[in-house]
Nanobody
């Protein structure tokens, strides 16, 4: 199964910005909902943002106004622009595709997504 490839993570100070990218090298998922998730060791994976093939978006409350998800279907890349980063944003970030016939009902629930990348670490220091 073709995987997704994340990049763009790193270490920044609080208030800084990062842009994560999720590449779909096989051009396999441009028709599906795509999401960004994050996970801290010992905690469940959390949905951050999701975007439909047509550009509809949804965000978890804690990142609204700070993060922006977008996608370039010509380049097969999904982005997560993260501004005003906080230490509590520190996590491993994963992108995923909900590659199924039906659109996901729970857009930020990891169980609705079945194709995942390997993750990219984001660390925000105070």
């Amino acid at each position: 199964q073709v995987q997704l490839v994340e990049s763009g993570g790193g270490s920044v100070q609080a208030g800084g910005s990062l842009r994560l990218s999720c590449a779909d090298p096989g051009n396999a998922y441009t028709s599906y909902w795509m999401g960004w998730f994050r996970q801290v060791p010992g905690k469940e994976r959390e949905g951050v943002a999701a975007i439909s093939s047509g550009g509809d978006t949804t965000y978890t409350d804690s990142v609204k106004g700070r993060f922006t998800i977008s996608r370039d279907n010509d380049k097969n890349i999904v982005y997560l622009q993260m501004n005003s980063l906080k230490p509590e944003d520190t996590a491993m970030y994963y992108c995923a595709a909900a590659a199924s016939y039906y659109a996901p009902l729970r857009l930020l629930n990891p169980d609705e997504y079945n194709v995942w990348g390997q993750g990219t670490q984001v660390t925000v220091s105070s």
